[in-house]
Every structure is written in C-alpha cells, then in structure tokens.
C-alpha cells in the first residue's frame, strides 16, 4: 500500500488547512494521522475507521476533523483554529489488520506516508 500525503503549508496562527492522504488500495480498516515535531517523538492526532467511527488526541479535539471519500481511498485532516504547537511534520498512515481496539500507537500502522510539513506562525 503506498500512501501520499499533500496540503501541508504555512499559515498564521487561528488559520486553517486541510490534508490529504491518496491511498494505492481499498485494503486499509483504519487510516491515521500523526505529527512529528522538532525534537519530539512522533504523536497519534487522530484516526479513522473506514466504518466511519473517529477518535482524535485531546489536544486537537475540537479544532480537527478526520473524514475519507466513498471510495476508501482518500483520507482528509482538516485543521481549524490552528496553534503554533500545532507545527509539525504530519504523516498518514494505514492499517490492513482488523480489531476492535483504539489505535494510537506507530506499531499499530502497518504502512506509512512521507509527511508533509505544516508551519503555523504566531
């Protein structure tokens, strides 16, 4: 499964942007999102079953939104309200494994995109 990521950009604190990852296949049960910030480990943002069920980190609850076509092969991260802390790194991910869990972790994603940089400016 390739996965590429797309939107990122800079802009001013209290602005907003929309992401998108392009998938190669229908094959994935969950897509995420994470960022990576400099100095810092990779974090979970937010995540998506493509049943439709959702689940996001506490810090951008709120003022993100996970979504994907019909087709299962686009997942999009709108971002509102955003935050200088908000600059980051994002990359998206895919998991082909089934379960029933919340998945937050990188080893929970079996494939992953490039990353796309998103610079917010206060």
């Known amino acids: 499964v390739q996965l590429q990521a797309s939107g990122g950009g800079l802009v001013q604190a209290g602005g907003r942007l929309k992401l998108s990852c392009a998938t190669s296949?229908?094959?994935?049960?969950?897509m995420a999102w994470f960022r990576q910030a400099p100095g810092k480990e990779r974090e979970f943002v937010a995540a998506i079953k493509w049943g439709g069920n959702t689940y996001y980190a506490d810090s951008v609850k709120g003022r993100f939104t996970i979504s994907r076509d019909d087709a299962r092969t686009t997942v999009y991260l709108q971002m509102n309200s955003l935050k200088a802390e908000d600059t980051a790194v994002y990359y998206c991910?895919?998991?082909?494994?089934?379960?029933?869990?919340?998945?937050?972790?990188?080893?929970?994603?079996?494939?992953w995109g490039q990353g796309t940089q998103v610079t917010v400016s206060s």
């Open positions: 296949r229908r094959a994935a049960n969950y």
């Open positions: 991910a895919a998991r082909l494994r089934t379960g029933w869990g919340t998945y937050v972790g990188d080893s929970d994603y079996d494939y």
